[in-house]
């Protein structure tokens, strides 16, 4: 019996000693010691701490994403979220990469919308996702001064991580949210999703992944990965949006609904025409009005 019990208790201890530290005691302990966060460090990061660099969301792709992650944890990972977010999320790539900066907060560059699904989320009871420090620019390194917040912004600038835009209208670094849940709602971000699951365009180059990342000891992807030249949906959100904004009603969530589903046909013929994305191809055989599974 005891042998069981001590076993039992190895099991446990070895468990939590696997488990990622927070990303919020790393950068602590680091910056204690005077010292910026290494480059790739992971680490588990609670989606309440981390700051957007983006302003909006296609808010029904973000509904579709909710809807596909709690069947896929139902029915594949029986409820179990350890299991569902070690197995399914690490195999999607899914570590969020994180700038630190001004007064030491945690910016994400990438899931904005997987983030927010979680968040919304009713069934995923742990608002938390594994995450890499792609980059600690909370402090000058010569002098330990801490970083102002010009010379960070100006910093996510010139790397490209930043996406500076609302709807297509260009905003400043001081208009974006604060936390993911004042995210605004793009329609034509949800339509740029569905016309890239079509084919019409992709996000980045396969030779940008590591397929080993589930692997012990494995850095989950290349950090390049992370950087917004793969801005690619908001720059055909845009393309999309000048085209048919006219035909958008977004005054509600329903209204909104059926015009992206009215859209959804022009916009794969447009660019075909327009942009020569041959491999777009409309989406058929569901029923358009549960526009989540078609896009699943």
Not at 69 to 79: P, R, S, T
Not at 148 to 159: A, G, I, P, T
Request: hydrophobic fraction near 30%; charge should be positive; charged fraction near 35%.
């Amino acid at each position: 019996m005891k042998r069981v019990i001590l076993l039992l208790f190895i099991s446990i201890f070895m468990g939590y000693a696997n488990e990622l530290k927070f990303c919020s005691d790393i950068i602590k302990q680091n910056h204690d010691r005077k010292s910026l966060v290494q480059e790739k460090t992971m680490c588990r990061v609670k989606l309440s701490e981390i700051y957007p660099t983006q302003a909006i969301v296609g808010e029904i792709a973000v509904d579709c994403k909710v809807e596909k992650l709690e069947k896929i944890l139902k029915k594949d990972y029986k409820g179990n979220e350890k299991e569902f977010k070690k197995d399914y999320l690490c195999k999607k790539k899914t570590f969020l990469p994180i700038v630190i900066g001004f007064k030491s907060r945690m910016y994400i560059t990438d899931h904005h919308h997987l983030s927010s699904a979680i968040l919304n989320s009713k069934k995923i009871k742990t608002k938390e996702l594994n995450a890499f420090i792609l980059y600690d620019y909370s402090h000058n390194n010569d002098n330990w001064d801490k970083i102002s917040e010009s010379k960070f912004w100006f910093l996510m600038n010139e790397e490209k991580l930043v996406y500076l835009k609302d709807n297509g209208k260009k905003i400043g670094y001081e208009d974006l949210p604060a936390c993911l849940s004042r995210l605004k709602n793009d329609s034509f971000r949800t339509l740029s999703r569905w016309v890239r699951e079509s084919g019409c365009y992709t996000k980045d180059k396969a030779e940008d992944r590591n397929d080993n990342i589930c692997k012990d000891g494995e850095f989950p992807l290349n950090p390049n990965q992370a950087k917004s030249s793969y801005y690619a949906e908001f720059k055909y959100a845009d393309i999309l949006r000048d085209e048919f904004s006219s035909k958008m009603n977004n005054n509600n969530k329903k209204d909104e609904t059926k015009s992206l589903v009215k859209i959804y046909p022009k916009s794969i013929e447009y660019l075909k025409n327009d942009y020569e994305c041959s491999d777009c191809k409309e989406i058929k055989g569901v029923d358009k009005g549960n526009y989540c599974k078609k896009f699943n």
